[in-house]
């Protein structure tokens, strides 16, 4: 696509209930990050992949985080038995390799309201 | 590791003034330096970039900034501020790698008074 489509734009949930996030990079981007901003906050890094191998996990909060981008171009990001400190915007960008691999391109996130 | 310091969390201006957004970063290696731009219930836009080459970089919607080395520092400017650059503004720092994540400001708010 044009850009980098996250979906749902809008959620909210109950706590302890799980939920999934979805990210669809632009097309023949290899590299793919996960990113979660709290209220006020600047984007806090949370996951890369590069194709498929998720490189990076340094990021996850917690075990109740889990992201696959199993055929390297969807992504998913799942968070387990939600918690109120979970409630944040994730912001899921991508990018290329070669000349256009330092820029990010950046999604217009999906807001977790957790209740 | 890297880190990105901006002085000030929020910035008012007067419609036509000066704008001055502050970002100091630390980094190890020379870094990759961005702004960012983030607009009510929008994700994050590319302002402008230094990579390398000329320190002056100018950016959409007529901001620039200038890396200087010596002070560490990647602030951005605007000579006459618009109202519709309202909005919230990122620092970020990213090393060479395409595997380097980028580390973010705690972002400045821009507020411009009519």
């Known amino acids: 696509g044009a850009g980098v489509s996250q979906s749902p734009r809008y959620k909210v949930a109950k706590r302890g209930q799980d939920v999934a996030l979805r990210c669809d990079p632009i097309s023949g981007h290899v590299s793919l990050f996960w990113y979660q901003q709290a209220l006020g906050q600047g984007p806090e890094f949370l996951t890369y992949f590069q194709n498929e191998a998720q490189l990076d996990k340094s990021g996850l909060p917690s075990d109740r985080f889990f992201a696959e981008r199993p055929e390297g171009s969807v992504s998913t990001l799942k968070i387990q038995r939600t918690q109120q400190e979970d409630s944040a915007v994730y912001l899921c960008a991508s990018s290329s390799q070669g000349p256009g691999a330092n820029v990010l391109t950046f999604g217009a996130g999906s807001r977790l309201t957790v209740l | ?114």
Not at chain 2, 21 to 28: A, P, V, W
Not at chain 2, 44 to 67: M, P, R, S, W
Request: include cysteine.
């Open chain 2, 1 to 114: 590791a890297q880190s990105v310091t901006q002085l000030g969390s929020h910035v008012s201006v007067s419609e036509g003034a000066l704008v001055l957004l502050r970002c100091n970063y630390s980094s190890s290696v020379p870094p990759y330096l961005f702004w960012y731009v983030q607009y009510p219930n929008q994700g994050l836009q590319l302002l402008l970039k230094y990579t390398t080459g000329a320190t002056l970089v100018k950016g959409i919607n007529g901001f620039e900034a200038e890396f200087k080395k010596s002070e560490t520092s990647f602030h951005l400017t605007k000579p006459s501020a618009h109202m519709s650059d309202a909005a919230e503004y990122f620092c970020a720092v990213r090393g060479y790698s395409s595997a380097s994540k980028i580390i973010f400001g705690s972002g400045t708010r821009l507020s411009i008074r009519p």
